[in-house]
């Protein structure tokens, strides 16, 4: 089993940008594809991007496609979501999520593993 930590969340002007780091414990790390949600106040919880295993294969949500990029480091047993552009509406805490084996798309339910998340506040 994974365990899931992240870290690197703040408060940022508009514009501006974050990186955030998950890190994995666990020595198989390189079999869970790994994805990012974010919560916003009295809002769902919703898909941002998702990785494959490998780190080849990445996924967007449309809302954030060409601001954000979604990497991991297996050696690190790290992944990241590196956020530009950051725009109000992107404040939210972000939850780094893991499932093992193939990435299996953008619902929560696909996920068992969940860290406990990170707050980015954007302001204007």
């Known amino acids: 089993q994974v365990q899931l930590v992240e870290s690197g969340g703040g408060l940022v002007q508009a514009g501006g940008s974050l990186r955030l780091s998950c890190a994995a414990s666990?020595?198989?790390?390189?079999?869970?594809?790994m994805a990012w949600f974010r919560q916003a106040q009295g809002k769902e919880r919703e898909f941002v991007a998702g990785v494959s295993r490998s780190g080849v294969n990445t996924y967007y949500a449309n809302s954030v496609k060409g601001r954000f990029t979604i990497s991991r480091d297996n050696a690190k047993n790290t992944v990241y979501l590196q956020m530009n552009s950051l725009e109000p509406e992107d404040t939210a805490v972000y939850y780094c999520a893991a499932t093992f084996g193939a990435y299996s798309g953008s619902h929560t339910q696909a996920y068992d593993r969940w860290g406990q998340g990170t707050q980015v506040t954007v302001s204007s």
């Open positions: 666990g020595r198989t790390f390189s079999n869970y594809a």
